[in-house]
């Protein structure tokens, strides 16, 4: 999950989303990314749980709790006003974590839409518009989501449009302070790739395609 961004990340006044971008545009890459991110969780199969994923040392059922913890924690943000960061996971038990990712995302995706929580919101003590909530989530759930179609042995390459989007966000939300605890160092690649391979790329994974 990405750290809440300072004034130096270029997110403005106290309060306010990253430079150009507004609640409408937050929630819309929100429904984006879950949309995207279904697809890929559709792949999942119990077999496949132990497999690893672009996450270093983290098989996909790791992955999918990070992925649901991560997204509930934003979601309490959105309707509480407030999360402190060190929150305590809820224990997962038998359940089962591609349908808690699910019912997670979908969550979040309602109360930002609803717009109906408080509009500026405290983690950790950083003050955070809704509209900053909303795209984290974005960009959580969709960049998992393409960890999880890579663990499952299958490439689903962003939508371009989508991806510049998301690089944009996340070039202004991950920080030099992110890494390596939250992302790995960035992987060059080529001025002329696609924003998607860009976008993995600087959030430390291999855009390149798995071989069988």
């Known amino acids: 999950m990405t750290g809440p961004p300072g004034p130096e990340d270029g997110s403005?006044?106290?309060?306010?989303?990253?430079?150009?971008?507004d609640a409408a545009s937050g929630v819309e890459l929100l429904e984006r990314a879950v949309a995207y991110a279904l697809g890929s969780l559709n792949l999942v199969a119990p077999a496949l749980m132990v497999r690893p994923t672009p996450c270093a040392g983290w098989d996909l059922r790791t992955l999918l709790w990070h992925v649901d913890d991560s997204l509930t924690a934003l979601c309490e943000a959105a309707g509480s006003g407030s999360l402190a960061v060190d929150a305590v996971p809820a224990a997962t038990g038998d359940l089962d974590p591609v349908e808690a990712v699910k019912a997670s995302a979908c969550r979040l995706?309602?109360?930002?839409a609803a717009a109906d929580g408080p509009a500026v919101v405290s983690v950790g003590g950083h003050r955070l518009g809704l509209d900053v909530v909303a795209g984290t989530g974005a960009l959580e759930i969709a960049v998992h989501g393409w960890d999880v179609a890579r663990a499952c042995g299958h490439d689903r390459p962003l939508p371009p449009s989508f991806a510049a989007d998301l690089l944009?966000?996340?070039?202004?939300?991950?920080?030099?302070?992110?890494?390596?605890?939250?992302?790995?160092?960035?992987i060059t690649v080529a001025a002329t790739d696609?924003?998607?391979?860009?976008?993995?790329?600087?959030?430390?994974?291999?855009?390149?395609?798995?071989?069988?």
């Not at 995706?109 to 930002?112: E, M, P, S």
């Not at 966000?169 to 960035?186: G, I, M, S």
């Open 12 to 21: 403005g006044p106290a309060g306010a989303g990253p430079a150009g971008a």
């Open 109 to 112: 995706l309602g109360r930002c």
């Open 168 to 186: 944009e966000l996340a070039r202004l939300l991950v920080t030099d302070a992110d890494r390596p605890a939250r992302f790995a160092a960035p």
């Open 194 to 212: 696609g924003p998607g391979d860009q976008l993995v790329a600087f959030l430390g994974r291999s855009p390149r395609p798995q071989r069988p």
